[in-house]
């Protein structure tokens, strides 16, 4: 029979007196997934209701706490992209690479990727254990210092080893951050709170662009400054997340925190218009009788390294049993696909709009960091709609066909002229870039909402930062790949367009879309993962879940 190994619970049950009618029970639960056989609310459930129950106007304070995590969301596009901007300036290649742009320009660039890789996965695990608030708030406070000490970096070396450093609290801002955003939303616009975040990459993209303008096109500053601009993000975002943001409830719930967890949702409830003192507030008991049973014991405070790393080894081996595996692997391919494809691309956008012979570099790129407009904007509106795989496979092809018009008209950007003497290639290349721009950003919305969703709460911090790491793989190996061919763009962007292509299939091979569904807390385990749960059964408790009528 099926049995559910869970760290994190499963869902709570509303506590009633009265169980006499069974058939409407059941019935019920039928018509709200959101629900349980006995028609008790979940904390997925109360948020839902008070979400769709009253007035936008009412949702203010709930959409300023979205917000909040979507500035901290900004910096990873700001710490990323700065890099961009510097390399392409004259008197930074001077000054720092000597002329050595596929050397020691790929070294810098592949710096912030290998960083990211590291405090993506070990972030990501801690993001489990001590929650995704306290991770949230380390990594926006290494990247803000960090990247202010980018400013005072004397030589090539030492800036790649601060970049390490930055990458490192970029990567571990990601998981945390998608995990809380999805645990704290209301299942039904789940899809579109994640995209409302994701969207402030582009603010992020915008911001950067913009002060690249003011700081090396209008000549205030040089690219030191512009590099403390451009840590100002990951300052604001960890100010609004220790003041606006609370802990995930499910997390509190989960390692016995029942008070604060109800609490909490509650308090979120009012965020929503909900009145917190009414005879509809989630209970305590309502909390206690779900995850009574499956509450995880917290590490004890003397407890040793071994212990630790042994606890840490068993949640990866988790996303790798037969029952996850076909989850985990898909998602990153994807991750590394899509990384490689894209982010890869946009350190090295503005030296190829140099290669082919476009003058005015930071319009362009600004033009290029608004073309995530139109991407959040359709996948906020259709993700909850069309569902999770539809519209990443889509997305992601198109930004491939995108990619093969841009090296299409980067083989000649100069002699296809009208009659008027426009440049026919230059407006393709721009065109192309940010239709491309458009469609990775409505890809990379997706696969934030659908990785936070697939992996259950237990290991959902661990999962997003396996996943991320394979994308920063994929993004530190398109650093070197792309700095070798950064004077060669038409193979770039050919190699960039396959590697989307590849990660399009992946979609196909993962399970039931959750959309507008429930998150899950435990592992679903089945009679093929024995051996792995004798493996892991010092971490994990199997309890069997009620039947669902």
Not at 113 to 141: H, N, S, T
């Amino acid at each position: 029979s099926t049995t559910i190994m869970t760290t994190r619970g499963a869902s709570s049950r509303r506590l009633t007196n009265n169980d006499n009618d069974n058939t409407t029970t059941n019935t019920n639960h039928q018509n709200n997934p959101l629900e349980l056989e006995d028609n008790t609310r979940t904390i997925d459930a109360y948020l839902d209701e008070a979400y769709t129950s009253n007035k936008w106007t009412s949702k203010l304070s709930f959409l300023f706490l979205i917000l909040s995590l979507g500035v901290a969301n900004s910096s990873d596009a700001t710490e990323i992209l700065c890099i961009s901007y510097i390399l392409s300036d004259e008197a930074f290649d001077k000054e720092i690479l000597h002329g050595d742009v596929s050397g020691h320009g790929g070294l810098i660039a592949g710096s912030v990727f290998l960083g990211m890789l590291v405090g993506g996965l070990v972030v990501g695990i801690w993001g489990d254990e001590v929650g995704r608030r306290p991770a949230l708030l380390v990594g926006l406070i290494i990247n803000s210092v960090a990247g202010g000490l980018s400013a005072v970096s004397p030589n090539a070396i030492v800036l790649a080893l601060v970049r390490l450093v930055a990458g490192v609290g970029i990567g571990a801002t990601v998981p945390p951050l998608f995990s809380l955003v999805a645990e704290l939303s209301p299942p039904s616009t789940r899809g579109l709170m994640v995209t409302i975040v994701a969207s402030f990459w582009m603010i992020g993209s915008i911001y950067t662009a913009v002060m690249a303008i003011i700081v090396f096109q209008w000549n205030y500053g040089g690219w030191r400054t512009f590099a403390l601009w451009c840590a100002l993000p990951s300052a604001t975002g960890a100010a609004l997340v220790y003041y606006l943001v609370p802990e995930s409830p499910r997390f509190s719930a989960l390692h016995g925190e029942f008070e604060k967890a109800v609490k909490v949702t509650n308090m979120l409830g009012g965020y929503m218009g909900n009145d917190v003192h009414d005879d509809d507030a989630l209970t305590l008991e309502e909390v206690q009788h779900c995850y009574k049973d499956s509450v995880i014991e917290d590490d004890d405070d003397d407890e040793d390294e071994k212990s630790k790393m042994k606890k840490a080894k068993q949640s990866i081996q988790t996303l790798y049993t037969p029952k996850m595996r076909s989850t985990t692997l898909p998602l990153q391919a994807i991750w590394f696909s899509l990384s490689f494809g894209s982010y890869g691309l946009l350190i090295w956008i503005n030296s190829i709009f140099v290669e082919v012979h476009l003058k005015d570099v930071y319009t362009n790129a600004l033009l290029f960091a608004v073309a995530n407009l139109p991407g959040n904007v359709v996948s906020g509106a259709f993700m909850d709609k069309v569902g999770r795989k539809v519209m990443l496979s889509s997305s992601m092809v198109c930004a491939a066909l995108c990619l093969a018009c841009f090296a299409y008209y980067a083989r000649d950007p100069d002699n296809q002229r009208e009659e008027s003497g426009m440049p026919v290639g230059q407006v393709g290349i721009v065109l192309s870039a940010c239709a491309f721009q458009a469609f990775s950003i409505s890809g990379w919305n997706t696969i934030d909402c659908m990785t936070g969703e697939l992996f259950p709460t237990s290991n959902r911090s661990t999962g997003m930062g396996i996943c991320t790491a394979s994308g920063r793989i994929g993004a530190m190996v398109a650093q070197f790949v792309n700095g070798s061919l950064a004077e060669d763009p038409v193979r770039l962007l050919c190699v960039a367009c396959g590697s989307l292509l590849f990660g399009a299939i992946a979609p196909c091979m993962l399970g039931e879309d959750r959309a507008k569904r429930p998150l899950e807390d435990g592992v679903e385990n089945s009679n093929e993962d024995e051996e792995e749960e004798e493996l892991l059964s010092g971490s994990y408790q199997s309890i069997t879940p009620p039947p669902i009528v």
